[in-house]
């Protein structure tokens, strides 16, 4: 496997040297996941899998890693859950280039698994490889770009502005998690806070957990100029869960 992973890593950083496609603003992001995903601990290419399901990346270097590994190990330990988890994990990284090529792969996987619970996964990734391919064109939105800014939060601002909730949480989850200081980061989850959380309907209960999301990354920013706004949250919201988030993101700036 190193060997496979070594040999691509050379295709990878030759592609690079003179980028034409897929991410070239990211090279750091995608050596580190490269790196992991030569991990000899699986934990840690578990890891490498979830952080590039949701990263916006279609790089081919770093997809053909994946492609390659699951090709040559997704039978290998049929009965082994750990490992089928592993696999399962790769077939979403792989989904999410967006890259329709790699349906040839997750539609072998989904027909010739030995494992049941694998086919399904792959199945699941299979479907999801055109969403992602949108998805993946709002992230990398030139007319949002800022050259002032990283790709990162350029990507997440992409997000925000979208049209998709999916979209607009993961950023908001993501925002919250990291540590960011960006104030037009923060401006941009301020403008679709404000914008969006007067016409939600009570019964819609993924955009007030959208919303929430947003709350809490707007906390997270530390920037008291923005207390205003979750105070007017608070204040008029019908929904309690958003009222209670909105309170939760003025603790977070007090």
């Known amino acids: ?34 790196t992991m995903l030569e991990s000899s601990s699986q934990k840690h290419r578990i890891d490498a899998a979830k952080l590039i399901t949701r990263s916006g ?39 999410s280039s967006g890259v329709l090529e790699y349906k040839t792969t997750l539609e072998k996987i989904a027909l010739t698994a030995s494992s049941t619970k694998l086919k399904r996964y792959a199945q699941q990734s299979l479907d999801l490889v055109d969403e992602n391919a949108e998805n993946n064109r709002i992230m990398r939105n030139s007319s949002t770009s800022d050259s002032g800014l990283s ?63 947003l709350c809490k990354a707007l906390g997270s920013s530390g920037n008291k100029k923005y207390s205003k ?14 009222k209670r988030y909105a309170k939760k993101g003025l603790e977070m700036l007090d």
């Open 229 to 242: 706004t979750l105070e007017q949250i608070v204040k008029e919201t019908e929904s309690q869960t958003l």
């Open 151 to 213: 790709p990162e939060i350029n990507k997440y601002i992409g997000m925000l502005q979208s049209q998709k909730q999916k979209l607009k949480k993961d950023a908001a989850k993501s925002i919250f998690r990291g540590n960011y200081t960006e104030e037009k980061l923060f401006d941009v989850v301020h403008e679709e806070l404000l914008s969006d959380y007067k016409n939600l309907s009570l019964n819609d209960r993924n955009g007030i957990d959208t919303m929430a999301w």
């Open 57 to 95: 990346l279609s790089d081919p270097g770093l997809f053909n890693v994946i492609n390659t590994h699951l090709l040559s190990e997704y039978n290998l330990h049929p009965t082994n859950q750990d490992h089928i988890d592993e696999m399962a994990w790769m077939c979403k990284a792989l989904a």
């Open 1 to 34: 496997m190193k060997k496979i992973y070594f040999a691509l890593l050379v295709v990878f950083l030759t592609v690079n040297a003179n980028p034409v496609s897929g991410n070239p603003a990211r090279p750091g992001e995608i050596q580190k996941f490269l």
